[in-house]
Nanobody, 124 residues
Framework: QVQLVESGGGLVQAGDSLRLSCVFS????????MGWFRQAPGKEREFVAA????????YYADSVKGRFTISRDNAKNTVDLQMNSLKPEDTAVYYC?????????????????WGQGTQVTVSS
């Protein structure tokens, strides 16, 4: 069974940076595309970024493009999300997810495994 554990969330001010990390265990990491999603109070869970199995392709939501960077290390079984120039509207619980499909997905319902989430709060 795949397990995902996120870390790195916290309370920061607008304009600051945070780096989220997700550790994958239980299966072969390179068999999974990885994604980051977020959910703000009262809102649907939304796509943030995704990366293909070997990191050759990355995808971003328009709202984070140019500010966030997703990366993975298949030797360490980790996927990170570097978040720069944070805005109050980035405040949410951030989730790491794994998908066994060959094509990188952006719909949360298509991901197979989820972490427990880490809170990111950006004050103005």
């Amino acid at each position: 069974q795949v397990q995902l554990v996120e870390s790195g969330g916290g309370l920061v001010q607008a304009g600051d940076s945070l780096r989220l990390s997700c550790v994958f265990s239980g299966r072969t990491f390179s068999n999974y595309a990885m994604g980051w999603f977020r959910q703000a109070p009262g809102k649907e869970r939304e796509f943030v970024a995704a990366i293909s199995r070997f990191g050759s392709r990355t995808y971003y939501a328009d709202s984070v493009k140019g500010r966030f960077t997703i990366s993975r290390d298949n030797a360490k079984n980790t996927v990170d999300l570097q978040m720069n120039s944070l805005k109050p509207e980035d405040t949410a619980v951030y989730y790491c997810a794994a998908d066994n499909a060959l094509v990188v997905q952006t719909a949360p319902g298509l991901y197979d495994y989820w972490g427990q989430g880490t809170q990111v709060t950006v004050s103005s």
